[in-house]
Nanobody, 115 residues
Framework: VQLVESGGGLVQAGGSLSLSCTASANIYGFNAMGWYRQAPGKQRELVASISSGDIINYAVSVKGRFTISRDYARNTVSLQMNSLKPEDTAVYYC??????????WGKGTLVTVSS
């Protein structure tokens, strides 16, 4: 399974970006999909996730600003990011968790928020 992210870029603080992740397989088969991020010198952290049962989780730092969504017809999961802050600067990775502990990652897309 391949996951391909798109939509990263440079934006000023307070701006918005939308990230998209397209899977090479039918996403019905995944137990959960989500977005993680890793800032320079920091560990990778969960940003948002959505389960097959539509349970959604957000990191406290992004709650109210970011929205995760899923499109089964297009095999995509998206992350709408509003009111961006410089501390949101990171490489954002798409993740999909399948059965039997399978775990898939995209290569990441860079989001840079200037102050």
């Amino acid at each position: 399974v391949q996951l391909v992210e798109s939509g990263g870029g440079l934006v000023q603080a307070g701006g918005s970006l939308s990230l998209s992740c397209t899977a090479s397989a039918n996403i019905y088969g995944f137990n959960a999909m989500g977005w993680y991020r890793q800032a320079p010198g920091k560990q990778r952290e969960l940003v948002a996730s959505i389960s097959s049962g539509d349970i959604i989780n957000y990191a406290v730092s992004v709650k109210g600003r970011f929205t995760i969504s899923r499109d089964y017809a297009r095999n995509t999961v998206s992350l709408q990011m509003n009111s961006l802050k410089p501390e949101d600067t990171a490489v954002y990775y798409c993740n999909a968790q399948g059965g039997l502990g399978s775990d898939f990652w995209g290569k990441g897309t860079l989001v840079t928020v200037s102050s």
